[in-house]
């Protein structure tokens, strides 16, 4: 037990954007059926470094984390209300709130994914100057937003809780307009627009 500690970690509950690491992919704890608790817990001093403190508020019971989550979920949300780089911040506040009890109407033990809307936001207020997007849900209940201009240009984003982002683009065919070409990009959320900027997304994206 010598390389056992005893910490109580804290976890940012007023900023939970920020708490968020997205260069881990164990993030995603909160979509895996593992028991937690909420008390200090023993853990290995070389486990704790650079962990998303989200990972140490854990209950005990599978019910109790869905109810953290769903929390975290709808505090984050309300947040969003006072992120005054989003100029439409009122209507995704209304739109995300329907997604979230659209997905509570379909099954009470589901939740919007927590790691893919803090995902989602970081991207918005990274890229504060795009037009309000179209907004859905996967099926894993992970945040895409969507974009459409003229000549059938179509940009999604499909935001994935590890912090990345699967992204398709949608352009006419220069040879037959009618037509479109369609191309795809992985990429971290806070790199994406730089990796498509070849296809000048940005020419109809943004207000």
Same mark, same amino acid.
């Given at each position: 037990?010598?390389?056992?500690?005893?910490?109580?970690?804290?976890?940012?509950?007023?900023?939970? $954007?920020? +708490?968020?690491?997205?260069?881990?992919? /164990?993030?995603?704890?909160?979509?895996?059926?593992?028991?937690?608790?909420?008390?200090?817990?023993?853990?290995?001093?070389?486990?704790?470094?650079?962990?998303?403190?989200?990972?140490? /508020?854990?209950? /005990?019971?599978?019910?109790?984390?869905?109810?953290?989550?769903?929390?975290?979920?709808?505090?984050?949300?309300?947040?969003?209300?006072?992120?005054?780089?989003?100029?439409?911040?009122?209507?995704?506040?209304?739109?995300?709130?329907?997604?979230?009890?659209?997905?509570?109407?379909?099954?009470?033990?589901? *939740?919007?994914?927590?790691?893919?809307?803090?995902?989602?936001?970081?991207?918005?207020?990274?890229?504060?100057?795009?037009?309000?997007?179209?907004?859905?849900? /996967?099926?894993?209940?992970?945040? *895409?937003? +969507?974009?459409?201009?003229?000549?059938?240009?179509?940009? +999604? $984003?499909?935001?994935?809780?590890?912090?990345?982002?699967?992204?398709?683009?949608?352009?006419?065919?220069?040879?037959?307009?009618?037509?479109?070409?369609?191309?795809?990009?992985?990429?971290?959320?806070?790199?994406?627009?730089?990796?498509?900027?070849?296809?000048?997304?940005?020419?109809?994206?943004?207000?």
């Amino acid at each position: 037990m010598s390389d056992i500690v005893r910490e109580t970690p804290t976890t940012n509950y007023h900023n939970p $954007i920020l +708490s968020f690491d997205n260069n881990n992919d /164990s993030n995603r704890a909160w979509d895996r059926p593992i028991e937690y608790t909420r008390y200090p817990i023993s853990i290995k001093p070389d486990w704790f470094k650079d962990k998303s403190p989200l990972l140490f /508020s854990t209950p /005990s019971t599978q019910t109790d984390l869905l109810a953290d989550v769903e929390s975290l979920v709808k505090e984050l949300i309300n947040s969003i209300k006072n992120l005054e780089s989003i100029s439409y911040r009122d209507k995704l506040v209304n739109r995300l709130d329907v997604l979230y009890e659209n997905v509570k109407d379909e099954d009470i033990n589901d *939740c919007m994914s927590l790691g893919s809307l803090r995902n989602f936001l970081k991207f918005l207020q990274i890229n504060n100057n795009l037009r309000y997007p179209m907004i859905s849900l /996967s099926p894993d209940n992970n945040i *895409c937003a +969507s974009w459409r201009g003229e000549q059938n240009q179509v940009f +999604s $984003i499909h935001f994935l809780p590890s912090g990345n982002t699967n992204a398709v683009i949608a352009k006419p065919d220069y040879i037959n307009p009618e037509k479109k070409n369609w191309f795809s990009e992985t990429s971290k959320t806070d790199v994406l627009m730089k990796v498509v900027s070849r296809y000048r997304v940005t020419d109809w994206i943004t207000e």
